[in-house]
């Protein structure tokens, strides 16, 4: 049966933090996150999260721009088929977003409502979403996120107790730091420990190679955006050729023609969007297909809160191959939307009907931002 779209609405929530989350790429001095609902006519709902981190008053924009556009062109569209709303948003906005130059905020908006239709068609369906979406268990390997540039050993010594078994390293600071956290890491964790790294697109082609070669001797996973994302492709190969360290990135592409180009370049091993970024749960579900068909591993990018978190997990189980990010950092809009607690290395999805997530925005109300 048809879920008519009856409304869209959402919530802009902004948490404190006694420390900065540092990384290449800039600092935020708090934790946003957009959360949206969408409401069918039969009563039915979903929720979904925009990715906000960046500038500091994006959130903001993302909330007006879903308010005042994306919210009343999704009203009267069948949310039963996630795919059909995304394309229908994405075409009735695609020259406005040009216009405007603003393609990446219109595609987190989209992203966003998208993962709140998936969310409604299992609900209405009675099944969790990474079974409404195929998969056939609710279990996804997982990873510490964010640790550094500061206590660097303490914080991943703590999420090890909390059973997580591989970690995620900010470098792309300097050097002599960068190569100082990884020593620090790997002999804290022991040879076998499973540890990444990640740039946010901090080195220029020929300095990632000079610094990869400084972190290879103690066995990155992986190098994350060594460079910048829209570097040509044959910059990317080069690394790839002579780096030593397999390449992961993804998370800053946008467009299926983009993700085609990257899996097909042959560069990356580990593919890794972002459902609050571009595509919602419908994009990234092709693009993790198209992925695993080439011998990648699918690493969904997330950083932010509970709800989209939740999401990228659920995509993860349907596709069955691959990492799930977690933030290190505390953050109440994760910790408090969506807990679980990871054993060895696994985290466990809920069985209740979509993504096992409903936000308490009364228990929530001291984080809420009025726009």
């Given at each position: 049966?048809?879920?008519?779209i009856d409304?869209?609405?959402c919530?802009l929530?902004r948490a404190p933090?006694a420390q900065?989350?540092?990384a290449?790429?800039?600092s935020m001095s708090?934790r946003p996150?957009l959360f949206?609902?969408?409401?069918a006519?039969?009563?039915?709902?979903?929720?979904?999260?925009v990715?906000?981190?960046f500038?500091p008053l994006?959130?903001?924009?993302r909330?007006?721009?879903?308010?005042a556009?994306?919210?009343?062109l999704?009203?009267?569209l069948?949310?039963?088929?996630p795919?059909?709303v995304?394309a229908?948003?994405?075409?009735?906005?695609?020259?406005?977003?040009?216009?405007c130059?603003?393609?990446?905020p219109?595609?987190?908006?989209l992203?966003?409502i998208d993962?709140?239709?998936?969310d409604?068609?299992a609900?209405r369906a009675?099944v969790?979403?990474?079974?409404?979406l195929g998969?056939t268990?609710?279990r996804?390997?997982?990873?510490?996120?964010g640790l550094g540039?500061?206590?660097?050993?303490?914080?991943?010594?703590?999420r090890?107790a909390e059973?997580?078994?591989a970690?995620?390293?900010?470098?792309?600071?300097?050097?002599?730091?960068?190569r100082?956290n990884?020593?620090?890491l790997?002999?804290?964790?022991g040879a076998d420990?499973?540890i990444m790294?990640?740039?946010?697109q901090a080195?220029s082609?020929?300095?990632a190679?000079e610094?990869i070669?400084e972190?290879?001797?103690?066995r990155?996973?992986?190098?994350?955006e060594?460079?910048?994302a829209?570097?040509?492709a044959?910059a990317w190969?080069?690394?790839?050729?002579r780096?030593?360290?397999?390449?992961a990135a993804?998370?800053n592409?946008r467009?299926?023609?983009?993700?085609?180009?990257?899996?097909?370049?042959?560069a990356l091993r580990?593919l890794?969007p972002?459902?609050?970024?571009?595509?919602?749960?419908?994009?990234c579900r092709?693009?993790?297909?198209r992925a695993?068909?080439?011998g990648l591993?699918?690493?969904p990018?997330?950083?932010?809160g509970?709800?989209?978190?939740?999401?990228s997990?659920?995509l993860l189980?349907?596709?069955?191959?691959g990492?799930?990010?977690?933030?290190s950092?505390p953050?109440p809009?994760?910790?408090?939307?969506?807990?679980?607690a990871?054993a060895?290395?696994w985290a466990s999805?809920?069985?209740?009907?979509g993504l096992?997530?409903e936000?308490?925005?009364?228990?929530?109300?001291?984080?809420l931002?009025e726009?």
């Open positions: 049966m048809p879920a008519t409304r869209v609405d919530w929530l933090l900065p989350v540092r290449a790429i800039g708090t996150s949206v609902r969408v409401t006519a039969d009563g039915a709902h979903g929720w979904g999260e990715w906000c981190n500038p994006g959130a903001e924009h909330t007006r721009l879903l308010r556009v994306l919210a009343p999704a009203a009267g069948d949310a039963s088929v795919e059909r995304h229908a948003l994405e075409a009735k906005t695609r020259t406005l977003a040009i216009q130059g603003e393609p990446g219109f595609a987190q908006v992203a966003g993962q709140a239709c998936w409604l068609a609900r009675g969790p979403l990474w079974q409404h998969g268990s609710n996804v390997r997982v990873y510490a996120s540039p500061d206590a660097v050993v303490e914080t991943a010594l703590a090890r059973g997580y078994r970690f995620k390293l900010k470098v792309g600071m300097d050097a002599v730091s960068d100082a990884l020593e620090r790997r002999d804290a964790l420990a499973t790294t990640d740039a946010n080195w082609p020929a300095e190679l610094r070669a972190l290879a001797p103690f990155p996973h992986w190098i994350e060594p460079i910048a829209d570097e040509p044959d190969s080069l690394l790839a050729e780096a030593g360290v397999p390449l993804g998370e592409l467009g299926e023609a983009a993700f085609d180009a990257a899996i097909a370049g042959g580990f890794q972002d459902v609050g970024k571009w595509g919602g749960i419908s994009g092709a693009v993790a297909a695993i068909e080439r591993d699918f690493c990018h997330w950083l932010a509970g709800v989209g978190l939740a999401a997990m659920h189980a349907a596709a069955g191959r990492y799930a990010e977690v933030d950092n953050n809009l994760r910790q408090e939307v969506f807990p679980f990871p060895d290395g999805l809920p069985d209740s009907p096992g997530v936000p308490d925005l009364e228990r929530l109300g001291r984080y931002v726009t």
